[in-house]
């Protein structure tokens, strides 16, 4: 029993050095991919951002300082507000967070500037549509929006679609005609899932099963739905929706949404025109300051020419 209970003890220390040494791995860079901050629980969304947190984000391709205020929200270095100004909230993923660049060279911000918006960003990196739904409903459309943008990325179809994503249990969403149904993601986490850094890593590269044509087709209906519910709440909360997305021929507004007042942009489209030698990605697929400046420019291009929400003719959709 004495030697049993000292490999046990020796097991222990093994398995709490393993964590501090990932840990403290995971924060220095040297991990492609690794979140720039210490991702927070939550029962409902899975995770969030921490608050009130000053770090610098470093790889061998970036070097940008990364700032939260009280409420968890990315915001530029020395940010003092835009008082008077319309509140307009982005939803999303890294893409939407300002993975690689600074906060201020985000598309969010940088379309902020030119429009005159006060500029909430509550894009967290690794959320799937389903999440950024939920942020909205939870953080955003509290705030009194006039205009709210949701940003679609490839991958939000695969993390949309899953119960675990990166390690780590998160909500899961169902459309049952009229409505959709929502799982938190406290019916799948644990302890381990909540505290442990390790046990999130290697759960996340266990493989996932090939997605069958059906499965595909059943997720993007589920996007749609989930892009419909967000424009809709929106809608009902006074603001104005943008879906801005890349060139997918299956994710569009509907006539309806059009009819009313949302917004489409391809931001794929406005990417096309690369000054030869200007990198629109960096090699991790985020966007680079370029591309965030493009996206930011197209998106102004259709707010500008946007008709009022209550028009008689439909808006325009996307740039030329």
Same mark, same amino acid.
């Given at each position: ?27 220095? !860079? ?10 927070? /629980?939550?029962?409902?969304?899975? &995770? ?8 610098? /984000? ?81 953080? !955003?459309?509290?705030? !009194? ?5 949701? +940003? ?7 993390? +949309? +679609? ?12 169902? &459309? ?14 644990? &302890? ?53 997305? #890349? ?38 697929? /985020?966007?680079? #300051? ?17 008709? #009022? ?12």
């Amino acid at each position: 029993m004495r030697r049993a209970a000292a490999w046990l003890l020796v097991g222990a220390i093994t398995l709490i050095a393993a964590e501090g040494a990932w840990r403290l791995v995971r924060h220095t !860079g040297l991990v492609p991919g690794a979140s720039p901050v210490r991702l927070v /629980h939550d029962p409902q969304l899975g &995770w969030r951002l921490p608050r009130n947190v000053r770090v610098r /984000h470093r790889t061998r391709h970036f070097d940008v300082t990364v700032a939260l205020d009280g409420a968890g929200r990315r915001v530029p270095l020395g940010e003092g507000g835009r008082g008077g100004r319309p509140v307009a909230v982005f939803v999303g993923d890294s893409v939407t967070f300002g993975w690689g660049v600074e906060a201020e060279q985000a598309f969010p911000e940088r379309w902020g500037a030119l429009a005159g918006f006060d500029v909430r960003n509550l894009g967290v990196p690794g959320y799937g549509t389903d999440q950024a739904y939920l942020a909205l409903l939870a953080d !955003g459309l509290p705030l !009194g929006p006039q205009l709210v943008v949701y +940003t679609y990325c490839y991958n939000d179809l695969e993390e +949309t +679609t899953r119960e675990v994503a990166y390690g780590r249990a998160k909500p899961s969403l169902r &459309w049952d005609e009229p409505r959709l149904l929502i799982s938190p993601a406290s019916e799948r986490s644990h &302890w381990l899932d909540r505290h442990s850094a390790l046990y999130r890593t290697l759960r996340g590269r266990l493989p996932a099963g090939a997605a069958s044509a059906a499965d595909i087709e059943s997720g993007q209906r589920l996007v749609l739905e989930i892009v419909a519910a967000m424009a809709s709440a929106a809608r009902r909360a006074g603001a104005r929706f943008v879906l801005l997305r #890349p060139s997918l021929p299956w994710l569009e507004l509907s006539a309806e949404e059009r009819a009313a007042g949302s917004l489409e942009v391809d931001y794929q489209a406005a990417l096309k025109a690369a000054p030869a030698g200007e990198p629109r990605i960096f090699p991790d697929g /985020h966007p680079t #300051p370029w591309a965030h400046q493009r996206i930011a420019a197209a998106l102004a291009e259709v707010w500008r020419g946007a008709s #009022p929400p209550a028009g008689e003719k439909p808006v325009a959709i996307l740039p030329r």
